[in-house]
């Protein structure tokens, strides 16, 4: 691991400074370099295409899915994966659980880095990108619109964190007096980011409580803006486990001994999203029961249903049952990633596998829009990397308290 002190002041040349941190780091010919410098390259020439010729060039949308795999996965599953983000802020700053402390920073940058990202997402889907603007604005929506909410739910969401990360860039820079005044908000902007995502996390589920007769009764209920929201809250936890197992891996030469601790939060984390999977899947059998979906089942529809939510989320609820009793972080790890899968099947299924179920036409996402969405991913772990291997995020900066 990593001893390597931060210096307690930057060169006063913060031109110098700049370009001496642009340096690479690590060695350029790693396979994850070799893999996605092609990727991002192919896909710069599909957005290429894209803006040029319009989204009928390279997706498969139309007005009857109007709304295709960069809003279904992107930004509606992606906002759900990111939402560890504000689950630790609360936890540590709130609720005042110390020990959790070592994964804020990394956690908070992996879900500002998830929100920029899969926000582009949103922007590569408008017809006419420049009309981003209109849901904030109010324009052709009106201010009671949901969309008008979420837009801002998203914007003030994103602020936050990056105030919340904000000290660690301080401290990179050597800047004392602003990373005295960032840390100073620090507890004030957690408590008004997780009241913000706990809003808009919420508010994509009600977009769609509006597509009352698309989405196939199964995944259709009033109580989609709840379950978005706790759905989150299991979704976020499993990608810090997740997350944080490849990063202590990859990244294990850039942390120092306290933050390379990890495997001892696992089974802490995993008793979380235990819970909330557990009241998910209470709350949705209670739905069921209530609608009387009996009838329901027996196709493929019903089929896909028993999958997401008896192979997806109860079976690596107890999956994380059985880790925690008898200790083994494997089992935890491969429930992590079970639930991650069941997150991202149930918003696929809401937002495009079981909407206009019933329609002759289907969507399927053509090969430009699914590499893309990998392009997009691309730049984002290659983003998280530079910051990781440059600023106090896995390890503590000399210097400062």
Known sequence: ?????????????????????????????????????????VGLVILAVRFTKGLGSVTNLNQEFPWGFWIGFDVVTGVALAGGAYVITFVVYVLKVERYHPIVRVTVLNGFLAYLFYAGGLFLDLGKPWHIINPMIGNSFGY?????????????????????????????????????????????????????????????????????????????????PVLFFVSSIFAGISMIIVEGTLSHRVLKDHMDAEHGEFDKLIFGLAKGAALTMFAYYFFKALIFIHEHHWDLMGDRWGNLYLLEILGLTLVPCFMFAYGIRHRSLGVVRWAAGLAILGVILNRLNISLIAFNWFSPNHYYPSWQEVWVTAMIISCEIWVFRWVVMRMPVLRKATGFD
């Open 1 to 41: 691991m990593s001893t390597t002190a931060l210096p307690e002041a930057r060169p006063l040349n913060l031109l110098q400074f700049l370009r001496q941190e642009l340096k690479p780091k690590a060695p350029f010919l790693t396979p994850f370099n070799v893999i996605s410098i092609p990727i991002i390259l």
């Open 144 to 224: 009671n619109s949901v969309l008008f909410l979420v837009a801002w739910h998203f914007a003030l969401y994103m602020t936050a964190e990056f105030i919340e990360f904000s000290p660690a860039i301080a401290e990179w820079l050597g800047a004392r007096r602003m990373r005295r005044f960032l840390q100073s908000i620090t507890v004030g902007t957690v408590i008004a980011g997780f009241t913000i995502s706990t809003l808009h996390q919420a508010g994509l589920g009600a977009l769609y409580l509006m597509a009352k007769g698309k989405i196939h009764p199964l995944w259709y209920t009033e109580f989609m």
